[in-house]
């Protein structure tokens, strides 16, 4: 047996049988299944030892549905039918493959052309898992990581959006032991993403809010952010030599386990895992930022990623991995704030406010001035190195040594989707005596009502870009969707938007969809929008139910079919599985963001009525479609 450094674990996986290996994943939190536990066991055992827990612990979070997405990879049987989730979002790019399309699906942000030498950067994340255990820290740190998801693509973030779902504010029932209720999630989840945001001076322009009872255990949470790119910055260029930067805050035990912690089930035990939901500071992550454009600037570093999911175990794999390199990291270097953390530890922590850069050896004293000047640490932790492994290294011994092919190559997930039997009729009734009286009741209900309380608490004119706002008019209306003008010298503009229909979701799926990329398309158009790309966000139970995963297929069917037959291509997307609690699982939930062009923001109109006379035009077809209505 091979002796490692004192807090370093050789694991039994050799010794170990089926009932051993279920017990190892669950207890080391690794939240895999008996198939891929058992291909690690028959890959080690080629090796001819047993792994460590450093090794054990970066398979686990480089193989969780969080990180590798296997629901929407793998193989999906429905009716003697194959399919591929993830190709359905892809082929609709791929057969329309406009040429305004610049970055899609490979990086930390979709990327389209904007003006000139000028992009455009988009991306939306989930944020539920945490913002249900604590939702303040859950909500912010959404917002914290995928800014740093703009940065990770050298951009500049102009704008953040969220959209939020939560059990209704006012529920007076029963709360499984570890459920909090909506209410308090509410109030932490808006306070999360306006502390952070309003901090960082980027503006919340965009979003929606949503009540539903099937949230009342598990919240939804999407935070977003767009950014502004420069062509000839944007830099895709990391070779062997090149030294691995760790920058930004320090690494703590906050985040300990959160891709595994958000690939599972919410249960009554979710409270013990506090510590997988980080620690927001938006003040370092300004620091950060400006210290990560300078560098961008002078062109000094190779490559950047965000420290997200999985810590330094995924950036470094994944940085590795996308450059054909191996990568030598020695964990000792890596600041800490608790001196007496353990190697797997330090190795997966998602602390926030952190970001991993690939700087030539020529550039790094130029870099390492330009963090001290705004006061950020930024650490020399390992280089990239010819070869194909990741190599991990504890005070000057190796307690890891990983194969990157095997890494990325998890066991293809094979599952069958189900058909659940429901009869659905389109409801009929008589015309109601009193009509204003609905009316009303129509207008203060929780899902139609001003969200004037909770956007108030956004700063949206910081940057003094905001063109059309979230709110606007003499009464405060909601606006259809936001308008941006991110440059000085040029009247183009940006318009958010969003598609958002949960209660769809409980009807069809397909249609619901099918409605979310119509919205958001009509949403944007309405503002002045053209050219406009999407971003698929799915919130979604279990897929190992295969009435969830027919749910999920029929979904993905319809963005395929819309999206192409609208020609709006998809650039970016994110799936969160297992949205479950003791209380059931989440309605099946699609976000569908469109980022247009408006070609002169001078000539933006907003949907307030303008003067009385005014003529008023109805256009299209109304049909007998009240079920899944408000009314």
């Known amino acids: 047996m091979k002796r490692?450094?004192?807090?370093?674990?050789?694991?039994?996986?050799?010794?170990?049988?089926?009932?051993?290996?279920?017990?190892?994943?669950?207890?080391?939190?690794?939240?895999?299944?008996?198939?891929?536990?058992?291909?690690?066991?028959?890959?080690?055992?080629?090796?001819?030892?047993?792994?460590?827990?450093?090794?054990?612990?970066?398979?686990?979070?480089?193989?969780?549905e969080h990180c590798f997405h296997k629901t929407f990879k793998g193989k999906i049987e429905f009716?003697?039918?194959?399919?591929?989730?993830?190709d359905f979002i892809r082929n609709a790019t791929k057969e329309l493959s406009p040429a305004w399309c610049w970055s899609v699906f490979e990086?930390?942000?979709?990327?389209?052309?904007?003006?000139?030498?000028?992009?455009?950067a988009a991306k939306v994340e989930t944020h539920n898992h945490p913002s249900a255990v604590e939702p303040f820290g859950g909500a912010a740190t959404g917002v914290g990581g995928v800014i740093r998801d703009i940065l990770g693509v050298w951009g500049k973030p102009i704008a953040c959006i969220d959209v939020l779902g939560f059990g209704p504010p006012d529920y007076s029932g029963p709360l499984p032991r570890g459920v909090k209720h909506p209410g308090y999630i509410f109030r932490g989840v808006v306070a999360g993403i306006g502390h952070y945001g309003n901090n960082m001076g980027i503006p919340t322009v965009a979003g929606a809010i949503w009540f539903d009872d099937s949230y009342i255990g598990n919240p939804v949470v999407y935070c977003g952010c767009i950014g502004l790119v420069e062509k000839d910055k944007y830099v895709r260029a990391a070779k062997p030599g090149d030294l691995l930067l760790l920058v930004g805050g320090r690494t703590g035990l906050d985040g300990i386990h959160g891709v595994t912690f958000a690939s599972a089930e919410l249960t009554e035990e979710a409270e013990e895992f506090r510590s997988a939901v980080q620690i927001p500071d938006p003040i370092e992550e300004e620091r950060l930022r400006?210290?990560?454009?300078?560098?961008?600037?002078?062109?000094?570093?190779?490559?950047?990623?965000?420290?997200?999911?999985?810590?330094?175990?995924?950036?470094?794999?994944?940085?590795?991995?996308?450059?054909?390199?191996?990568?030598?990291?020695?964990?000792?270097?890596?600041?800490?704030?608790?001196?007496?953390m353990l190697p797997w530890q330090i190795w997966i922590s998602e602390s926030q406010e952190r970001m991993l850069l690939c700087v030539p050896q020529r550039n790094i004293r130029r870099v390492e001035e330009i963090f001290a000047a705004e006061e950020v640490e930024a650490t020399v932790i390992g280089e990239l190195e010819r070869g194909k492994f990741l190599r991990i290294l504890w005070k000057g011994r190796e307690i890891g040594r990983l194969d990157l092919d095997f890494l990325f190559s998890p066991p293809e997930l094979r599952r069958k989707a189900s058909q659940p039997k429901r009869k659905l009729a389109e409801p009929t009734f008589p015309q109601p005596e009193d009509l204003d009286k609905?009316?009303?009741?129509?207008?203060?209900?929780?899902?139609?009502?001003?969200?004037?309380?909770?956007?108030?608490?956004?700063?949206?004119?910081?940057?003094?870009?905001?063109?059309?706002?979230?709110?606007?008019?003499?009464?405060?209306?909601?606006?259809?969707?936001?308008?941006?003008k991110p440059l000085e010298n040029s009247n183009k503009g940006v318009a958010i938007s969003c598609g958002f229909n949960p209660r769809y979701?409980?009807?069809?799926?397909?249609?619901?969809?099918?409605?979310?990329?119509?919205?958001?398309?009509?949403?944007?158009?309405?503002?002045?929008?053209?050219?406009?790309?999407?971003?698929?966000?799915?919130?979604?139970?279990?897929?190992?139910?295969?009435?969830?995963?027919?749910?999920?297929?029929?979904?993905?069917e319809a963005c395929y079919?819309?999206?192409?037959g609208f020609g709006a291509p998809f650039i970016s997307g994110k799936d969160s599985l297992y949205n479950e609690s003791p209380?059931?699982?989440?309605?099946?939930?699609?976000?569908?963001?469109?980022?247009?062009v408006v070609e002169d923001i001078r000539k933006v109109v907003s949907l307030e009525l303008k003067r009385e006379g005014n003529p008023v035009y109805l256009l299209g077809f109304t049909y007998p479609e009240l079920g899944g209505s408000e009314y």
């Not at 895999?32 to 690690?40: D, G, N, R, Y």
């Not at 979701?505 to 099918?514: E, L």
Request: hydrophobic fraction near 40%.
């Open 79 to 86: 009716r003697g039918k194959k399919f591929r989730l993830f």
């Open 438 to 484: 609905i009316l009303l009741r129509i207008l203060s209900s929780p899902n139609v009502c001003s969200r004037e309380f909770a956007i108030r608490t956004y700063d949206h004119e910081v940057q003094g870009a905001t063109v059309l706002k979230p709110l606007h008019g003499k009464w405060s209306g909601p606006s259809d969707a936001a308008v941006l």
């Open 290 to 340: 400006r210290a990560i454009l300078r560098v961008r600037d002078e062109g000094l570093a190779s490559a950047i990623t965000d420290l997200g999911g999985g810590g330094l175990s995924c950036a470094v794999g994944e940085t590795a991995h996308r450059y054909g390199c191996g990568a030598r990291v020695r964990l000792n270097k890596v600041p800490l704030k608790y001196p007496e």
């Open 583 to 596: 209380l059931g699982p989440v309605t099946p939930t699609l976000l569908i963001t469109g980022v247009g």
């Open 561 to 564: 079919k819309f999206a192409k």
């Open 107 to 120: 990086d930390n942000a979709g990327l389209v052309e904007f003006e000139g030498r000028y992009l455009i």
């Open 505 to 556: 979701g409980k009807i069809d799926p397909y249609w619901m969809a099918a409605l979310c990329v119509e919205e958001a398309l009509r949403n944007n158009v309405a503002v002045g929008g053209q050219r406009v790309a999407l971003l698929d966000n799915f919130t979604w139970g279990s897929p190992e139910k295969p009435e969830q995963l027919w749910s999920l297929l029929r979904a993905c």
């Open 4 to 64: 490692y450094p004192e807090g370093v674990c050789e694991i039994n996986l050799l010794g170990a049988d089926w009932r051993e290996l279920k017990k190892l994943s669950k207890e080391l939190g690794l939240n895999l299944s008996l198939e891929e536990m058992k291909e690690i066991k028959a890959h080690f055992k080629k090796l001819g030892r047993n792994p460590t827990d450093v090794e054990l612990q970066t398979i686990g979070q480089t193989w969780s």
